[in-house]
């Protein structure tokens, strides 16, 4: 038999096979994190038909005679460039800027994917769309992550709150007027937490008693509370003379702990005495009241920080990615998910935005790479070259044709 009519074979193989990695790329156009492929061919073996010689005394050396076999695939490697980034407004979808995958477990098996398409589930793992939960590293109580621990599932659940943190602190600034008459009160409230988180009314009178004078007296819920000192003076230029603070105690709220706090007058907004309206008041206190999740944002190097009802914020994980040597070594498992080899290097996981990994990008999805114009292009050239391949088997058939029917 012909051997032109195998190489013609192994050339409509080889064209087949790029046509079909050409339609899949072109069937994957509008997957988010797609990564196309694109086909190298190589020379198939040749038969060696006389060997190579040197040169002799009397003769020139002779090359070699080879007949080539064909056409084989040598691989087919992924692209890993960039696709563009769609906006979709959804917090949990994800796009890596950069070199990077996110990392997925499901069923003691873990994968790789550029395919941020992240939801919630019934219990806050947040999951992939087949179910393979994202892995990160999750924060302690105090908003602390450690990332050179191993990473695991994350989980945000939505009874998570931050715990009500005690009034320590309560400051007090602005004018008490100079012009406030002997015996006249002004007052000035504020709500304060208790140990349980409950909030209180505090309320602080400041009686004028002399030129620069003034009694200081407060309650709580009203109920009397001992203070540190009770009165205050001002220097004649209108500054604070003293005290700069006074403690706040001899109040227990029922059920909580004794209220024990510090008012300080001398802070960023200083209380002063000068002529003109008073607009004394109290200005700010550090207790905030129990707080509950009510929504959460992702940050460029995957942290995310949780939004409570109490207007506080805390760092609640961070989403790890992972990169690789050779990115091109990965195995395609389907569902946009790569799998490790023994050609791609172990994953380097890591905080995205550090050693050479993307950063993220939150409510936005990578969409695939394929290059339409590209992709049409080697259509063309597949098409034409498995009709070129064809043609060889038809011409060689024709000759073999001709071999049968000579005559003697």
Do not use: C
């Amino acid at each position: 038999m012909m051997r032109s009519m195998f190489s013609g074979v192994s050339g409509l193989r080889s064209n087949q096979t790029m046509m079909d990695v050409v339609g899949h790329n072109i069937a994957n156009v509008n997957t988010a994190g797609f990564k196309s492929s694109q086909v190298t061919f190589e020379e198939a073996l040749a038969q060696t038909l006389g060997g190579p010689s040197g040169a002799g005394v009397n003769r020139g050396g002779t090359n070699p005679i080879q007949m080539g076999l064909g056409v084989k695939i040598a691989s087919t490697d992924a692209v890993f460039t960039q696709g563009a980034t769609q906006v979709t407004g959804r917090p949990t979808d994800l796009a890596i800027q950069g070199d990077g995958f996110f990392v997925l477990e499901g069923g003691g098996e873990r994968v790789y994917t550029r395919a941020g398409t992240f939801r919630f589930d019934e219990v806050g793992n947040i999951v992939a769309p087949g179910g393979m939960m994202v892995l990160g590293w999750t924060a302690d109580g105090a908003g602390n992550i450690d990332n050179q621990v191993a990473v695991a599932p994350i989980t945000l659940p939505l009874t998570q709150v931050i715990e009500p943190n005690l009034t320590t602190l309560v400051e007090v600034g602005g004018n008490l007027s100079a012009d406030t008459a002997v015996g006249d009160v002004h007052r000035t409230s504020i709500d304060i937490i208790d140990s349980l988180g409950e909030s209180r009314n505090l309320l602080i009178e400041f009686q004028k008693t002399a030129a620069n004078d003034w009694d200081v007296s407060a309650t709580v819920d009203g109920n009397a509370v001992t203070l540190s000192t009770a009165s205050i003076s001002f220097n004649p230029d209108g500054s604070l003379a003293g005290p700069t603070s006074f403690t706040v105690s001899g109040y227990t709220p029922p059920g909580a702990n004794p209220l024990n706090f510090t008012v300080e007058l001398a802070g960023s907004a200083p209380l002063l005495q000068y002529g003109g309206v008073a607009n004394a008041e109290a200005v700010n206190q550090d207790g905030n009241p129990i707080g509950f999740l009510r929504d959460f944002s992702i940050g460029a190097d995957g942290s995310i920080n949780g939004v409570f009802s109490n207007g506080e914020a805390k760092l609640l994980a961070q989403i790890a990615t992972a990169t690789f040597n050779n990115p091109s070594g990965l195995v395609r498992n389907g569902e946009s998910h790569f799998a490790a080899s023994v050609n791609s290097g172990q994953a380097l996981i890591g905080v995205p935005g550090g050693g050479g990994k993307g950063t993220i990008a939150a409510g936005a999805l990578e969409m695939s790479n394929v290059d339409l114009a590209q992709e049409f292009t080697n259509l063309i050239i597949a098409q034409r070259g498995f009709q070129a391949n064809s043609r060889i088997i038809t011409a060689s058939d024709e000759v073999l044709a001709d071999l049968v029917n000579m005559k003697r």
